[in-house]
């Protein structure tokens, strides 16, 4: 997908929240450590450096909501997060945005902490910023047997 094309998509799902640019999009992924996980109706912008996962993005285009895209998303990237070892993923989310908080908490995340008045809206107000975790498998746990028994 490209990132007029995932602009597009952001445009109509973010009704609260301001989208990104097409050009934001671009030079997010520029970045070596940024993952571009992608369905035709959907996409998802994750950061994974050293042993932490962070979501920048996700939005499924309101047309095919509901339909378990952004769970698709979600899951490939839980399964990324385990290869690369990643201890945690981190997001944030507006307070208001109820069904983000809501698809969140499906998918295991918990509040961290909070953020005032940390997004502006497209309305021009404030909201504070939900930060939200969970914890990922460790596939490479180097739990090497002993030979002492118990
Ligand atoms: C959040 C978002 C990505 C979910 O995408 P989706 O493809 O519709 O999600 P799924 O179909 O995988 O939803 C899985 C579950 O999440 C929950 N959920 C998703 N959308 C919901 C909503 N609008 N209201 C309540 N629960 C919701 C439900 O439990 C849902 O399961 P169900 O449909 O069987 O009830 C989508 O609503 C979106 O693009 N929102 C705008 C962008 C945004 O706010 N992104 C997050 C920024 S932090």
Redesign the pocket.
């Known amino acids: 997908m490209t990132p007029d094309a995932f602009a597009a998509i ?1 445009d109509r ?3 609260q ?1 301001r989208p990104w640019s097409a050009q934001d999009i671009a030079d997010t992924l520029a970045n070596r450590h940024v993952q571009f996980l992608t369905h035709p109706q ?1 996409g998802l912008i994750a950061q994974l450096v050293a042993d932490e996962c962070e ?1 920048l ?4 285009n ?1 047309d ?9 998303l ?1 899951q490939d990237l839980i399964a990324l997060a385990e290869t690369r070892n990643a201890a945690r993923i981190f ?4 307070e208001q ?4 908080r ?2 969140y908490a ?1 998918h295991g995340f918990a509040p961290l902490g909070m953020r005032r008045a940390y997004y502006t809206l497209r309305n021009g107000t404030k909201d504070d910023a939900l930060l939200l975790s969970r914890p990922v498998a460790q596939r490479h746990a180097h739990d090497t047997p002993t030979s002492q028994g118990t």
């Open positions: 952001m799902a973010y009704v929240m959907g979501i993005a996700i939005a499924t309101p095919a909501q509901r339909q378990g895209i952004a769970s698709a979600m997001l944030e989310v507006a945005n109820h069904p983000a809501a698809f499906l």
